[in-house]
């Protein structure tokens, strides 16, 4: 009876630690835009808890010391992650999309412009992670209206956001973010207007995702 409540400790000692361990990851991260622009590494190594990992992106619960299991909150506020090769830019630094636990990954990387994309296969954890308006439906019209108009159409007609961020253009320091850039839902216009394109309005205004996103490729050579 003894050996039996013993191997019934021990696995669950192990269980425990299993669940424990495959939460817990290991990435680099850049404090500021500009520790992202000169491939400087702030930190390396750092442990971090996540409650979720998907394709584009790792929803966390905490930064810790993995020796000492110690929470490091001071890393919240890094910029962007690397894990596994890919960049995930902290969401706390976007301005449609604000939560200092959810990392999204770069689709698009270049010395100028990065940029995420949003589609219908995009988790509700990140399409629902934008500023807080009060509740009720004006509440949820409130939130909507900051993004019309900023729907892009793929040649297979499905809808696309692009979260842009302008690596030459840096926000001073406010609240809990540091100097760095921020992301945004961007516009044809804004598009137009950031990527100094020479094309008509009439050839913005029916610009395809594909289009803006070898737009902004070009001008990141």
Known sequence: MRRK??????????????????DTIKVNLYKTTDDY????????????????????????????????????NNKNTSWAIVYKGNTYLNL??????????????FNLEGNNFCASFIDEETPNSIKNSGAYYGGGLTGVLIKESTKWGKNWIKENGSKVKILFTNLNKQNQPFGNRNKSSLGYFITRKELKEKLQLEEKDEKIESMSFEEAISAINQKNQ
């Open 5 to 22: 409540s013993i191997l019934i400790l021990f696995l669950s000692i192990v269980g425990t630690y299993s669940i424990y361990a495959q």
């Open 37 to 72: 622009i000169i491939k400087k590494y702030t930190d390396t190594g750092i442990s971090l808890i996540v409650k979720e990992i998907g394709e584009n992106h790792i929803q966390i619960k905490k930064f810790i010391d993995i020796h000492t299991g110690k929470t490091l």
């Open 92 to 105: 706390g630094y976007t301005n449609d999309l604000n939560n200092w636990k959810i990392f999204l990954r």
